[in-house]
Structures are given as structure tokens and as C-alpha cells.
């Protein structure tokens, strides 16, 4: 079983920052893939970032510029630094990886609120 642990939501200012932390219980290279989705409520979840394994990257045209998705191998962590960020990035943030059986795993979770 893949365990996933969040960290680093907060409540933060229009145009400040923040780094989520996404800690995993085995190897990175076990997995196709980790990435970073969000969720406000009634509406579906969405695709922030991705780290595919071989290090390429895919971001949302929303976060373009603004975010950044890195890993660090020696830790098994990814992480998604936000900066200018906007009160529409307010959301639920979730830490996403799937295995070689394509069986898909989630994080419990982290909001994130942009707020004057």
C-alpha cells in the first residue's frame, strides 16, 4: 500500500507563496508518475502539475509561470512551490501518483486559501 502525506497548506495574502510537500512511503521511480490536482467544492477535480518519471513536466495553462513541480529522490518528496498566487487558487490540493498496475493514489489533502 502507497502512502502519500501532505504538508504545507495554508492561508496566505494575494500574490505570496507557499510549498507543498508530498512525502511517499516507497521509491519515486515505482511510479509513472506524481502530480498535483485541486478541488473547490462542486466543481471536479483538476490537474495542477505533473512530474512524469522521467523527470518531464506538465502544468495547468491557469498555473503556468506561477508554480513550479520539483522531487527530491533521496527523500521520495515532491513538491509544488506557488507563488504569485491569486484568491481563484484557493482549493483542496492533493498529491496524486499511479503504480506500474495503473492503480492510482491519492493524499488526504491540504487547503490552501488565498486571502486578503
Known amino acids: 500500500q502507497v502512502q502519500l502525506v501532505e504538508s504545507g497548506g495554508g492561508l496566505v495574502q494575494p500574490g505570496g507563496s507557499l510549498r507543498l510537500s508530498c512525502a511517499t512511503s516507497?521509491?519515486?521511480?515505482?511510479?509513472?508518475?506524481m502530480a498535483w490536482y485541486r478541488q473547490v467544492p462542486a466543481k471536479e477535480r483538476e490537474l495542477v502539475a505533473i512530474?512524469?518519471?522521467?523527470?518531464?513536466?506538465t502544468y495547468a495553462d491557469s498555473v503556468k509561470g506561477r508554480f513550479t513541480i520539483s522531487r527530491d529522490i533521496t527523500t521520495n518528496t515532491v513538491y509544488l512551490q506557488m507563488n504569485s498566487l491569486k484568491p481563484e487558487d484557493t482549493a483542496v490540493y492533493y498529491c496524486?501518483?499511479?503504480?506500474?498496475?495503473?492503480?492510482?493514489?491519492w493524499g488526504q489533502g491540504t487547503q490552501v486559501t488565498v486571502s486578503a
Open positions: 496524486n501518483t499511479r503504480d506500474d498496475n495503473n492503480v492510482d493514489y
Open positions: 516507497k521509491n519515486i521511480f515505482s511510479f509513472s508518475h
Open positions: 512530474i512524469r518519471k522521467f523527470g518531464t513536466t
